[in-house]
């Protein structure tokens, strides 16, 4: 019994042991996390509850987890320095792992520091100023978004609406100032400036607030972006609503710093003062999980204040329940076992708190774990990507009624959308087009978008700078009246006018000569546009040509003008060449067209008509006489000859038309050039006034003086004019009596000259190129890219037309004469299609006449014996081709005369054609046929008549192939001898 009770003792006692021992092992390793919040702020209470339930929530889900975190909560009441005395005491007497904190921007600066120092991360999820990551912390860690991942978006939103000019208000602290930089280069990007940064203390009276929106009232900006927190931001609105900044001029557009909170503000604000506001703010993608916390959170703080109203959940405390979670998950990665702070070997006992703490022992390990954690959040995807969150998509919202409504989205791949696709997108196009974006109602319930840009009504008027000049006064001109007061009129001062009107808002502004005290001109035109440059003038309206030195001070307009510097000279008569002025009608192209065409046709029918027409027929000089004759006959429709191919009368048809058409042409043009005096300028060469060093006029204070000095022009050859009048008196005098040989000016002065002195001189030479007159404003003014539009608009009108025709009548009374050195010739180019259908009916007409020749004489291109080579072939086709077509119906009527009226003249002219072997008979001739003669041979005994005969056909045969034509008649009277000798001796013997 004994030994049994031994043996049950020790049983106990080992079962006792190992139930310890798996205590033991199942609890978790506490590891330390300080949280620095402002406890008595709405996010501060949010974050912290946020924290304490992913805890309680995740632990449940993971409760083998081998480590635990275990919260130690300080306040750090608002305050950078209670903010780093929290960090302190935690880190020096707590020795925590990590601190999940602080709230603001301002306070996290110097935390960072302190957990760099110590090696401990710092975690916060509502610091978003993009300034903290300078301190290039390994150890922070912005589980939210940096400001400077939303300014793109909001970039997008101002070219989307084409506002050209913004101004930043924004909270005067590390918040407001860390994301200035990052907007005036997104903003830059597309074009859009920056002419005013307000920035309003945090701790600024309402007073204060009033001053700054007075002093933005008085400026033309009326685009605002707004970055501070919602107690300023709410302020703010309120006052501006009290100043009637909240009307349908002006357009505000929040930061997510606001508009992540806009459900804490009072509603009365939004709903009174805050009417139209536009914001941008992350996108949250929905999920159950989000629905289900939510729905625990409003629940959990009901439960703990039944009266507390403020339940909404926002983004932050979204951020803070995924820190926690983030940094759970971090710390079972990272092993964390007893974790410890590593003293300093060499501490001081008289040490302050700054140098009082060690060194955390697993600050490394779980800060590389915790940048490598990624977990699929309430707030998204939790990724960290060189210590920050990456940004997703931002909601563009619009505040309409008592809350916010979406009405489009931004994305860094695609711009504006109007619906989010998380599909992969086929194409990368990135749109800024405000179409994607829903409708919007803007402040003071309006429909449309503002211009953004609109002259104060307490504001000054624009001073609008004007050139005095006393010439081309149709330009501009300036006259005072007896009480000082000035009149401005001209084309560019109504052209300016007319453009002010149609702008979508009204411009208030007045001329200003740019003149002395006596009433002089007070500098060149460069001076007058160097001193809006200077701000003497809001811009500059005349007669200001667009040219590259002065858009390096301004900006320029879209020109109203045609542009471009020419030559103006002397005119003279030119009666040199009035003996030749017969050839002047056609340019040498034409003639030489011509001729050919002529020589083309006659040669064409000359073919078409040499086998059956007797008219061209003959001794080779008489048919080459023919050809000619007969082509340049048709010119004066002169010709004798008949045709007698079809052929040939098709052709002649389309050719007479043609030869119709050139004469009546060629009798207009010279008609013309008989009847209009033919003058022709003194000069036409540049270089030709350099070599002869003549003096060259110029029109005074404009840019033309540096344009002539660049082409090496003498400066001393130069002479200035002011007006039409005085460089007439120039012309006059000539160059050698101190005038002047030419005139370079743009060329809306030359048509002005030239309208009064067309008679006695001319626009010559090239056209240098300029971009004719423009509006001068300063650099980045918002109104050129509105004026520049109106232009376009405007000189499209019929107004402009009769602005031009007020002021240049004249114009139209005096033939244009700027082309006097171009010939006024008729060219090939007017008539190159009648030749090309002449051409092409000659070849269709050839063709058909050579298919028909060589169907006809198919046997001798068919012939394959041995002496049939190509050249006897073409040979023997030229002989046919040169011999009469006995087929054709002329010569058939021509043998039935013959026949009925016997062997008489028909018979002789028959017989008389040119032959290319002689033919000598001889008895022999007489008894039989030639051995060329394919049919059977004739006996002797054949009678006479039928002798005589065979021997007139051998003779008409052989006399058509003669060539010799010098001795044809003498050949064809001893053949004709021989057979009247032989017919006798026939006739004699019988």
């Not at 009174?272 to 289900?292: A, C, R, T, Y």
């Not at 505040?399 to 009405?407: D, E, F, M, T």
């Not at 040939?648 to 004469?663: D, N, Y």
């Not at 002065?749 to 010559?764: N, T």
Request: proline residues 4%; contains cysteine; hydrophobic residues 40%.
């Amino acid at each position: 019994m004994k030994l049994e009770a031994r043996l049950v003792v020790l049983v106990l006692l080992l079962n006792t042991l190992s139930m310890n021992s798996a205590t033991a092992q199942s609890t978790p390793f506490p590891v330390r996390v300080g949280v620095v919040l402002d406890m008595d702020n709405y996010v501060g209470k949010m974050g912290l509850k946020c924290i304490t339930m992913a805890l309680s929530d995740f632990y449940t889900r993971n409760g083998h987890y081998q480590t635990r975190l275990l919260l130690n909560k300080r306040d750090s009441e608002r305050d950078i320095v209670g903010a780093a005395a929290a960090a302190l005491d935690l880190l020096k007497n707590v020795e925590v792992q990590a601190i999940i904190g602080p709230l603001s921007s301002m306070q996290a600066n110097f935390m960072i520091n302190l957990g760099n120092k110590s090696q401990v991360p710092i975690i916060t999820f509502s610091a978003s100023s993009p300034s903290l990551l300078s301190i290039r912390s390994p150890y922070f860690v912005r589980a939210a978004l940096s400001d400077s991942s939303q300014v793109k978006a909001i970039a997008a939103i101002v070219q989307a609406f084409g506002w050209r000019e913004v101004v930043p208000i924004y909270v005067d602290n590390e918040f407001g100032e860390g994301i200035i930089p990052y907007l005036a280069d997104a903003l830059e990007q597309v074009n859009v400036r920056i002419p005013y940064r307000s920035a309003i203390p945090s701790s600024a009276t309402d007073d204060e607030i009033v001053a700054e929106l007075y002093k933005l009232m008085t400026m033309q900006t009326r685009i605002f972006i707004v970055h501070m927190l919602t107690g300023l931001g709410s302020r703010l609105f309120t006052k501006a609503k009290l100043l009637g900044m909240m009307s349908e001029d002006y357009s505000w557009i929040i930061t997510d710093g606001m508009t992540n909170e806009l459900n804490s503000i009072d509603r009365s604000v939004m709903e009174e003062d805050m009417q139209g506001v536009i914001g941008v703010k992350p996108h949250i993608p929905k999920s159950e999980e989000l629905d289900n916390f939510t729905v625990e959170y409003k629940k959990v703080l009901h439960q703990q204040n039944p009266t507390n109203h403020d339940l909404d959940l926002n983004i932050f405390g979204l951020w803070a329940y995924d820190s926690a979670v983030a940094l759970a998950m971090a710390a079972e990665k990272a092993r964390i076992r007893n974790a410890t702070f590593l003293k300093k070997a060499n501490g001081s006992t008289t040490s302050t708190d700054l140098e009082g703490f060690g060194v955390s022992g697993v600050g490394t390990d779980l800060i590389q774990a915790l940048s490598s954690t990624t977990f699929r959040g309430l707030a998204g995807d939790f990724k960290l990507v060189d210590g920050q969150l990456q940004s997703p998509p931002y909601q563009i919202v619009n505040v309409i009624g008592a809350g916010p409504r979406v009405v489009g989205y931004w994305t860094k791949d695609n711009g504006i959308v109007r619906e989010l696709n998380f599909a992969k997108s086929t194409t990368n196009a990135y749109s800024t087009s405000k179409s994607n974006i829903g409708s919007i109602i803007w402040p003071g319930d309006g429909k449309v978008a503002p211009k953004g840009w609109v002259i104060p009504t307490n504001g000054k008027k624009l001073r609008i700078g004007v050139p005095v000049r006393y010439g081309f006064s149709e330009f501009m001109h300036v006259t005072w009246n007896s009480n000082n007061s000035t009149k401005v009129e001209g084309y560019c001062k109504e052209v300016f006018d007319m453009v002010v009107e149609a702008l979508p808002y009204g411009v208030q502004y007045e001329y200003v000569p740019f003149a002395r005290s006596d009433h002089k001109q007070a500098g060149s035109y460069d001076e007058l546009v160097y001193a809006v440059h200077q701000g003497d003038f809001d811009a500059a309206v005349g007669d200001v040509t667009i040219v590259a030195n002065r858009s390096k001070y301004v900006d320029f307009t879209l020109p109203y003008t045609e542009s471009g510097v020419s030559m103006v000279v002397a005119i003279k008569s030119d009666k040199s060449k009035k003996a030749w002025v017969f050839l002047k009608p056609l340019t040498w192209e034409l003639w030489l067209t011509s001729f050919c065409s002529f020589v083309f046709m006659g040669f064409l029918v000359w073919i078409l008509e040499h086998r059956i027409n007797e008219d061209f027929r003959g001794p080779l000089w008489h048919q080459v006489g023919m050809i000619f004759w007969f082509a340049f006959s048709t010119m004066v429709f002169a010709h004798k000859e008949r045709v007698i191919s079809n052929l040939s009368r098709f052709l002649l048809i389309i050719w007479f038309l043609v030869v119709l058409i050139l004469t009546q042409s060629y009798t207009a043009s010279l008609t013309s050039m008989l009847t209009v005096q033919e003058l022709r300028p003194t000069i036409s060469d540049v270089n030709e006034l350099i070599r002869n060093k003549e003096n060259v006029g110029y029109h005074s204070a404009s840019f033309v003086f540096e344009l002539l000095q660049g082409m090496n022009f003498d400066k001393s050859k130069l002479l200035a004019y002011s007006s039409p009048e005085e460089l007439d008196q120039l012309f006059r005098k000539g160059s050698a009596n101190g005038g002047i040989a030419a005139a370079f000016d743009e060329i809306p002065y030359i048509k002005l000259f030239l309208a009064k002195y067309c008679s006695k001189y001319a626009m010559v030479g090239p056209t240098y190129k300029t971009d004719g007159f423009g509006f001068v404003f300063p650099i980045g003014s918002p109104l050129v890219p509105d004026i520049s539009r109106a232009i376009l608009n405007v000189t499209e009108g019929k107004k402009m037309m009769e602005i031009e025709k007020k002021w240049f009548e004249n114009n139209t009374k005096c033939a244009d004469s700027s082309d006097v050195s171009s010939s006024g010739s008729l060219g090939l180019e007017s008539f190159w299609r009648l030749f090309m259908i002449v051409g092409i009916a000659g070849a269709l007409a050839l063709l058909i006449y050579v298919i028909r020749f060589l169907y006809e004489n198919w046997e001798v291109v068919r012939r394959s014996d041995a002496e049939a080579t190509l050249g006897s072939k073409s040979l023997e086709l030229f002989q046919r081709f040169n011999n009469k077509d006995l087929t054709c119906h002329t010569f058939k009527n021509s043998e039935r005369r013959e026949n009925h009226s016997g062997c008489g003249c028909d018979c002789v002219r028959r017989v008389t054609e040119p032959t290319n072997v002689y033919f000598h008979p001889s008895p022999s001739t007489f008894s039989q046929n030639s051995p060329d003669n394919n049919g059977p041979p004739s006996p002797v005994s054949s009678s006479p008549e039928a002798q005589v005969h065979s021997i007139e056909l051998r003779v008409q045969q052989d006399a058509s192939l003669i060539r010799h034509e010098g001795e044809e008649s003498k050949v064809i009277q001893q053949e004709v001898e021989l057979v009247h000798r032989f017919q006798n001796q026939q006739l004699a013997s019988t």
